[in-house]
């Protein structure tokens, strides 16, 4: 819905000058706003970065709150060059591990073999443990899941959940697996960055940006 780059369409009216290059999806007055804070330009994918990471900060998220309930986000820029360069840093590093181009190391086992068949999902921890088992039925789990990860929730449903739901009745196949194992790890990951996120904006001064 919100591309970084538009890419030009052919046109059927001669007379129109036809674009040949991709241009980036953002506001000239945006960027030049952008350029200013930091006296520099800016690449539309450190752009991209910066936006992704300050939506993920949880001191935004939480700050903001009520503004996010009933209007589009507003992003804050800041002239901190350093704080900029780490949000753009841990920016990166959410939209790899979101679109799993970039795979951390798996943190959960499935040590049961098995049909693979989803029946029933749920997760059942032990009391004054932090991590327990996302079972698929009566047989099979992945183990060492952190609860942290379990109660995660994108977009209004708890994605570890929600992606062995959909596959409800199937036969997990082994991509299947190792496919669920990364995402496990990827959520492990995002809640660590979102802490990261969190330090480096205190670390210069909290909210707003300045």
Do not use: C
């Amino acid at each position: 819905l919100s591309p970084l780059y538009l890419y030009p369409r052919p046109s059927e009216d001669l007379l129109e000058a036809a674009e040949t290059e991709k241009r980036p999806n953002l506001a000239p007055e945006f960027v030049a706003d952008l350029q200013k804070t930091q006296g520099q330009p800016v690449s539309p994918e450190n752009t991209l970065a910066y936006l992704y990471a300050v939506l993920y900060t949880p001191g935004y998220r939480d700050r903001y709150a009520d503004f996010l309930r009933r209007d589009f986000p507003r992003v804050p820029l800041t002239s901190n060059t350093r704080l900029f360069g780490r949000l753009v840093e841990l920016g990166h590093e959410l939209i790899g591990l979101h679109t799993l181009q970039t795979v951390p190391p798996r943190i959960t086992g499935y040590p049961i073999a098995g049909t693979g068949e989803v029946v029933k999902v749920r997760f059942a921890i032990r009391a004054g443990q932090t991590a327990g088992a996302v079972w698929i039925n009566d047989a099979q789990y992945f183990d060492a899941v952190p609860q942290a990860v379990w109660d995660m929730h994108i977009g209004g449903y708890r994605v570890a959940e929600k992606w062995l739901k959909d596959r409800r009745g199937r036969l997990l196949t082994y991509d299947d697996i190792t496919h669920y194992q990364n995402v496990v790890a990827a959520l492990a990951r995002t809640l660590a960055i979102q802490t990261e996120l969190d330090d480096a904006v205190d670390a210069a001064g909290g909210w707003p940006l300045q």
